[in-house]
């Protein structure tokens, strides 16, 4: 691997770790570069996992006070999402790639529209149905959008945002604590998935991991000091920007 390209991967991962660990998403930047510098596309969305694995990881620390206060409640969260990032990534090693590609538009414009009115779709549940009926209806959406997080993961955190907050972790720093979680732990069975089934480039995944770490863990230190709401309206439009980046990229081939 030459320095030119070992830089661009190190740059790539920094943004991508700071983005990571404020919202989600950061696939946007880091799969498209794995691929610039020669990875097929199952190889380059296989290494991305362990190259972004530090933006989530490095900004738990800077979240303890908002885990202590979840407590136990988030060990139901952690089984649900890690078996279905285990079936996700599973589907990865034996499915075609193409067909998910035509879904990962419309999965992120769904979250989007989740994330941004969360609030008001979490009172009308609690209002309209039990809340054993209500828990199970999440926790259902929650595996399903893992298997999704398992077998390519573009935008999920702002899935991730999307479902905790409805569960009724309405702090955004709090809901954005339980996804840095969430996402590393199903992240690390997602490696071990694909490296079982050999398609990490381990060279390019630990160079970019480098920029990742960095950018994962000041991102989540500085981003509690960033007004909520400014984060929450950021975090929307960058979510819309996305999936209209995804629905382009379909409409022409993924070429």
């Known amino acids: 691997m030459s320095v030119e390209t070992s830089l661009l991967l190190i740059c790539v991962g920094m943004i991508g770790g700071v983005w990571n660990a404020l919202a989600g998403g950061a696939t946007l930047f880091t799969f498209p570069a794995l691929?610039?510098?020669?990875?097929?596309?199952?190889?380059?969305?296989?290494t991305n996992y362990?190259?972004?694995?530090?933006?989530?990881?490095?900004?738990?620390?800077?979240?303890?006070?908002?885990l202590k206060e979840i407590g136990t409640q988030v060990w139901p969260l952690l089984v649900v999402s890690g078996l279905g990032s285990i079936t996700g990534s599973i589907?990865?090693?034996?499915?075609?790639?193409?067909?998910?590609?035509v879904l990962i538009p419309f999965l992120i414009l769904l979250a989007t529209l989740l994330f941004a009115y969360g609030s008001k779709i979490s009172s009308w549940v609690n209002n309209f149905d039990s809340a054993k009926t209500s828990s199970?209806?999440?926790y259902t959406a929650l595996f399903f959008f893992s298997i999704y997080g398992g077998y390519f993961g573009a935008g999920l955190g702002i899935i991730l945002?999307?479902?905790?907050?409805?569960?009724?972790?309405?702090?955004f720093h709090v809901a954005n604590s339980l996804k840095n979680?969430?996402?590393?732990?199903?992240?690390?069975?997602?490696?071990?998935?694909?490296?079982?089934?050999?398609?990490?480039?381990?060279?390019?995944?630990?160079t970019m991991?480098?920029?990742?770490?960095?950018?994962?863990?000041?991102?989540?230190?500085?981003?509690?000091?960033?007004?909520?709401?400014?984060?929450?309206?950021?975090?929307i439009a960058f979510g819309f920007i996305l999936s209209g980046y995804y629905f382009y990229k379909t409409a022409i081939g993924w070429q």
């Open 181 to 206: 979680l969430l996402a590393t732990s199903f992240t690390l069975l997602s490696i071990v998935v694909f490296g079982v089934g050999g398609i990490i480039a381990w060279p390019e995944a630990l």
């Open 50 to 66: 362990l190259a972004m694995l530090p933006s989530n990881a490095a900004a738990i620390p800077a979240y303890a006070k908002e």
């Open 161 to 171: 945002l999307a479902i905790v907050q409805i569960m009724g972790f309405a702090s």
């Open 35 to 46: 691929m610039a510098v020669g990875l097929p596309p199952i190889e380059a969305n296989a």
């Open 136 to 138: 199970r209806m999440l």
């Open 91 to 101: 589907l990865l090693l034996v499915s075609i790639q193409a067909l998910f590609e």
């Open 209 to 235: 991991m480098i920029g990742s770490t960095v950018g994962g863990y000041f991102g989540a230190r500085y981003g509690r000091l960033i007004n909520e709401h400014y984060l929450r309206t950021g975090i």
